[in-house]
């Protein structure tokens, strides 16, 4: 089947989703991430990469940690980079979608970045685009997130190496998560040992059996020797009637606190792609703790972001030699 992310020569050409991409893209993700991460650390920390460029990032939902890290990935490659907020922009006056795209098209735009509610937003948005134009997807209802699984891939294997030893568990609201779905397809493709889903029946829907994950309704026994946990936040916004019992009951039963994370591996890492509800998902004393990743994410997303965009404009280094500065 062909896949809409890929051009002819079976390059990526958009990034929709982390389903359907074999293990050589997302292994070029993580490799070509780790050659940036290296430039965050100088004094000067653009690449001339995409010079010329520009990209727009149309964000129809709220996003602090996802809208920076995509517009500072761009100004690194120094693109220019142009967030529009949707909220006044000529959609509220009732512009469609398609006409508001047609008209940034029209100032030579290179890519869009798009956040939206509805799952397949992106991939509607990439099926309408001009040719030259690729699309990068920053997360569409509960679809799909996929930079922010790839920011989380490049943060385990930074942290624990290869993926087929490793036992990795993902804890909370995984009915309403577009990243739990896209980490799920990224750790499958990449080999992981053992992946498990744990939390209450009212938040894991049962076909996420079917995508290879154990499914765990018990904390202590989903974190029981697990290399790394991500905790996913309780979506409220996506709740509709009574899924939940109180937040209380929730962190009584399914909240991270220094105690259940001793069922973990000794040396496991804690990860949460943010916000983070503090006293609900996760006890302050874990997400500020020793095995807390949850900022290294952050920045790691930088690198990754930075990675994907210059993939899907076909635009690949010699990071080294093309720094303008140490
Ligand atoms: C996630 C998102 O928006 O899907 N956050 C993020 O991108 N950093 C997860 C969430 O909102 O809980």
Excluded: W
Excluded at 46 to 62: H, S
Excluded at 197 to 214: D, E, N, R, Y
């Amino acid at each position: 089947m062909n896949n809409p992310q890929l051009d002819s020569n079976g390059n990526l050409k958009h990034f929709l989703t982390t389903e359907g991409l074999g293990k050589q893209h997302l292994t070029k993700i993580l490799d070509l991430a780790e050659s940036f991460a290296t430039v965050a650390g100088k004094s000067v920390k653009k690449v001339p990469l995409l010079r010329g460029k520009t990209i727009i990032n149309l964000f129809f939902e709220t996003s602090t940690r996802t809208r920076t890290t995509f517009e500072l990935a761009a100004s690194r490659l120094s693109a220019d980079v142009q967030s529009i907020n949707i909220a006044t922009s000529a959609t509220s006056k009732g512009e469609s979608l398609l006409d508001m795209l047609h008209n940034l098209e029209a100032m030579h735009c290179d890519m869009f970045v798009v956040r939206h509610g509805d799952s397949g937003a992106a991939h509607f948005i990439a099926k309408h685009v001009a040719d030259h134009v690729s699309v990068i997807n920053a997360g569409d209802g509960r679809h799909a997130h996929p930079t922010q699984a790839m920011l989380d891939m490049f943060t385990i294997r930074r942290h624990k190496g290869e993926f087929h030893n490793l036992k990795v568990a993902i804890v909370g609201d995984i009915l309403h998560s577009r990243v739990a779905r896209s980490q799920i397809h990224a750790l499958n493709t990449l080999g992981v040992g053992e992946l498990r889903v744990v939390g209450p029946k009212t938040l894991i829907p049962a076909a996420f059996g079917q995508m290879g994950a154990h499914i765990f309704h018990n904390l202590e026994q989903g974190l029981d020797g697990v290399d790394v946990v991500i905790m996913l936040r309780l979506q409220k916004e996506r709740m509709q009637g009574a899924l939940l019992p109180s937040e209380n009951e929730y962190f009584q039963r399914y909240g991270l606190t220094r105690e259940t994370l001793r069922l973990a591996k000794p040396d496991a890492i804690v990860m949460h792609p943010g916000p983070i509800n503090r006293g609900v998902e996760i006890a302050s004393s874990v997400a500020d703790g020793p095995q807390s990743v949850i900022l290294e994410q952050v920045s790691n997303g930088l690198a990754v972001r930075m990675a994907v965009m210059s993939m899907v404009l076909g635009r690949q280094p010699g990071v080294e030699s093309s720094a303008e500065g140490q």
